[in-house]
């Protein structure tokens, strides 16, 4: 019974971007075994590569338009360990957007093998710490590419990946992020 869910739990996860990740001596313990907390480390990476794909740069968001997205819940399920050397791919998915808020889902894979799952809360906010309305502005972003068409709450969505009518949120997602490599990889 615990597998199943195990499994259900896994099949919802909505991937739409992914990136190697060889890990190195530092971020292993005395028995060439990844530290628990550097799985975090890997995770922003995963949403910064996801954000750049889709055309959002931190460092515009920060330096720019002054705000911030502090993280506020945060989980990780170590299946398997990682070691010194692995070459793991880490995918990463947006699964809610909301007005004031985005969480982002993570999958952590040796070859076809989860090592680990995990998710982070993010809340937007300006640096004197009030929430901001950052949401809408993604959101409009996003249905000007034809991502979405409509606005998803947070608060009254489910954990799971959200689809609308037709074609699934993440697929459209995956779809944007796959023809932004491609564009990327053509010669000039």
């Keep these: 019974m615990a597998e199943e869910k195990k499994e259900q739990q896994q099949e919802q996860q909505v991937i739409v971007g992914s990136m190697p990740y060889r890990v ?4 292993v313990d005395a028995y060439g075994v990844m530290y628990y907390s550097r799985f975090f480390e890997i995770f922003e990476r995963g949403r910064t590569e996801l954000f750049r794909a889709l055309g959002f740069e931190y460092k515009h968001i920060f330096q720019q338009k002054q705000i911030l997205m502090p993280v506020v819940e945060a989980a990780c399920r170590y299946m398997a360990p990682v070691v010194y050397d692995d070459l793991i791919t880490v995918e990463t998915a947006i699964t809610n957007i ?8 993570y999958r ?9 799952v995990g998710f982070t809360q993010h809340i937007f906010i300006d640096p004197q710490g009030r929430p901001v ?22 608060e009254s969505q489910a954990l799971a990946p959200q689809e609308e009518k037709g074609e699934p949120l993440s ?3 995956k779809k944007l992020v796959v023809e932004r490599i491609k564009n990327e990889e053509k010669p000039n």
């Design 171 to 173: 697929d459209k997602l």
């Design 133 to 154: 309305n950052f949401g809408k502005e993604i959101i409009e972003e996003l249905k000007k590419k034809g991502i979405i068409t409509e606005v998803q709450n947070l």
């Design 24 to 27: 190195s001596m530092a971020e």
């Design 108 to 116: 952590v894979l040796r070859d076809d093998v989860v090592l680990a």
């Design 98 to 105: 909301g007005s004031r808020g985005i969480r982002f889902d």
